[in-house]
């Protein structure tokens, strides 16, 4: 069967594009093995607030041992018990639980990718998908070794 130019393109496109998400970053478990003992630490870009995620993996014996994971407001503080709250206060109770559900993402997406040892493996928390990305960033980053 002959395919023309103009459909061709798209299906190699297509197919290209596939093989390129199935490889990954180099982060998956494959690419975690191959790694060298050591802490390997990365970082997200800024979100359009100007946070940003910070990781450290910790590698050994080609497996994640460890995982922190931190999410930082542009100012430098990090995402706590206040984010989410206008000067000092809960002045919108949806928008600090919405808030709080972020902060308590850093420490279930750091333990899922300890306990999995792949970041494609650690599954997003509805309600904190922002979080999820950088975290997903963060984590590619560090893993480039």
């Known amino acids: 069967m002959k395919m023309n130019r103009k459909k061709a393109l798209p299906v190699l496109a ?7 998400a199935s490889a990954g970053c180099g982060g998956g478990s494959a690419g975690i093995a191959a ?56 002045s919108n109770p949806d928008y600090y639980q919405k808030a709080q559900l972020a902060v308590d993402a850093m420490q279930a997406y750091a333990d899922e990718l300890a306990r999995t040892g792949d970041p494609q493996e650690v599954d997003a928390i509805s309600g904190a998908t922002n979080s999820y990305d950088q975290f997903q960033e963060a984590a590619a980053d560090a893993l480039r070794g």
């Open 14 to 20: 297509l197919a290209l594009a596939c093989a390129v």
């Open 35 to 90: 790694l060298a003992d050591g802490e390997y630490h990365g970082v997200s870009s800024e979100d359009d607030n100007g946070a940003y995620g910070d990781i450290t993996i910790t590698i050994e014996g080609g497996a994640v041992t460890g995982c922190v994971y931190v999410t930082y407001e542009k100012d430098g503080g990090i995402k706590g018990e206040d984010y989410g709250k206008v000067n000092g206060e809960i």
